[in-house]
């Protein structure tokens, strides 16, 4: 925090008024504007929140003209290659990586964690066999509040941290379910002897019939997948669930909130849809169409997106792209799949758009789902599973935000204001009179 001072004058004469500027770590300073209406009766006017931010958090950082990422200082870069989940889950949780014995309490706790009532199957019964797993998973993880009354009280620090390994833990095991009761295969249960990622892909993709040995490639794979889409500042969803939970309301469902919104094409949604527009492009005609794409994406009269490029933040390549596509290199080599031609035609069409003058021109480069996609695809999991498994791994950072803010001394439900340009004051006419 520094003294320094910014001061706003009026062009009607109203007194000048005079608010302090506050520095961070690293990043942009903020002007703490929270005095404004008070002092002048005017609001801010910022809709998407591109010049506005709404907390002070210690958890991550991005710098989108570097196209850096850090979780509590750290690096994603060494992150993704030095640890597992549960130690990143550790970090953005606690505030640091934890010791071999933190680490080995941590993933006792979680496994011991990872099964779930016996009553949750009947909740996916209601559901359609071709329901989409992220309106499934909407449900299931609201649902979860209905069981655990020892930990929904936002404001005890004990409930918050069961509720936290609760969700960390049986997120993998819902997702997994959501998946077998589309395919009308049986539920696997988590096995206390294998890792966090193991286990998912254990329960995703092992059967009651045979014994299943996870590739460890793939599950070193899944795992870093996990790692990358941890947390990242005050995304959509992050914010709603902060949102969300400045009411007071219970983890889980403040998490269901967040899941909900990480749904949208435009945010989690965009990795299964980047690989829907791959199927797509290859059904026209595969690397020799991208032209004609590319040329829909740039007229204005369409509503073409390059799915899995852009960022609000990143106007530079996202460093979490980058780790991804290592990754996808990792799992077609390992699956001898590298030929795989939707790789081929991303990496053609990657090359293509960061070097053609309308993206350049916007800072639009691959975000973390342009290869997510691709290598999940490769992995086992269906497309419209894709954001399920976005969701799994982005419950960490959701809660380590939602924890910040309901310890943060500042912190008052969140309440913005508007620009009214509605109708002005005015009376009913009574229905008969009306012309
Ligand atoms: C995630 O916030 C986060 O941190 C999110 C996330 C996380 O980890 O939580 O990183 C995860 O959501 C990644 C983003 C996934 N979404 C997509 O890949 C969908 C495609 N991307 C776009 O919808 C868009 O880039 C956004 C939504 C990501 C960002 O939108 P902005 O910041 O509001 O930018 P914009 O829409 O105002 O775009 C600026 C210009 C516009 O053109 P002009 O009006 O200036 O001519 O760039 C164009 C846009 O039309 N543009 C694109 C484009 N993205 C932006 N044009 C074609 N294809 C795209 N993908």
Not at 97 to 112: E, Y
Not at 400 to 406: H, P, T
Request: net charge neutral; proline share 5%.
């Amino acid at each position: 925090m520094t003294d320094q001072t910014t001061t706003l004058d009026f062009s009607d004469g109203s007194p000048a008024v005079t608010f302090p500027i506050l520095t961070g770590t690293v990043g942009p300073e903020v002007i703490d504007i929270r005095a404004l209406y008070g002092k002048t009766g005017r609001f801010t006017y910022d809709p998407g929140f591109l010049s506005t931010a709404s907390c002070n958090s210690k958890i991550t950082f991005i710098d989108g003209d570097k196209g850096e990422l850090l979780y509590r200082g750290y690096p994603i870069e060494e992150l993704a290659t030095r640890c597992d989940f549960l130690e990143v889950c550790h970090l953005l949780l606690y505030g640091d990586l934890p010791t071999p014995a933190q680490n080995a309490d941590l993933q006792s706790r979680v496994i011991k964690h990872s099964m779930v009532n016996e009553q949750m199957q009947f909740f996916l019964r209601g559901f359609r066999r071709d329901a989409h797993p992220m309106a499934v998973m909407t449900g299931l993880v609201g649902a979860l509040s209905a069981f655990y009354p020892d930990s929904i009280n936002l404001h005890d620090a004990h409930q918050r941290d069961i509720s936290a390994i609760r969700l960390i833990a049986k997120m993998p095991t819902l997702v997994a379910m959501a998946y077998k009761y589309s395919v009308g295969q049986p539920y696997m249960y988590p096995r206390n002897d294998q890792g966090y990622a193991a286990n998912f892909m254990r329960m995703m993709f092992a059967t009651p019939c045979e014994d299943y040995k996870p590739n460890e490639v793939l599950v070193r794979a899944m795992d870093r997948i996990f790692i990358l889409h941890a947390d990242h500042e005050q995304n959509a969803s992050t914010s709603t669930v902060r949102m969300c939970a400045s009411s007071g309301t219970n983890p889980f469902a403040a998490i269901a909130a967040g899941v909900a919104c990480l749904w949208g094409p435009a945010h989690g949604g965009a990795n299964e849809a980047c690989l829907n527009m791959l199927y797509d492009i290859e059904r026209e005609g595969g690397i020799a169409k991208i032209g004609e794409f590319i040329a829909r994406v740039k007229d204005k009269n369409s509503t073409v997106k390059l799915m899995g490029f852009g960022h609000r933040v990143y106007k530079n390549y996202d460093p979490r792209a980058k780790l991804m596509r290592e990754t996808c290199h990792e799992v077609l080599s390992e699956l001898g799949l590298h030929d795989d031609p939707l790789f081929k035609l991303a990496m053609a069409l990657e090359k293509i758009a960061v070097e053609d003058d309308y993206f350049v021109s916007r800072k639009l480069y691959p975000n973390v789902d342009y290869y997510s996609g691709i290598v999940q695809k490769a992995i086992g999991i269906p497309v419209s599973l894709f954001t399920a498994v976005f969701a799994l791994a982005r419950t960490v950072g959701w809660i380590a935000q939602l924890n910040e803010m309901i310890t943060d001394p500042e912190y008052r439900i969140g309440r913005p204001r508007q620009l009214y340009s509605g109708a002005a004051r005015r009376s009913v006419i009574p229905l008969a009179q009306r012309a």
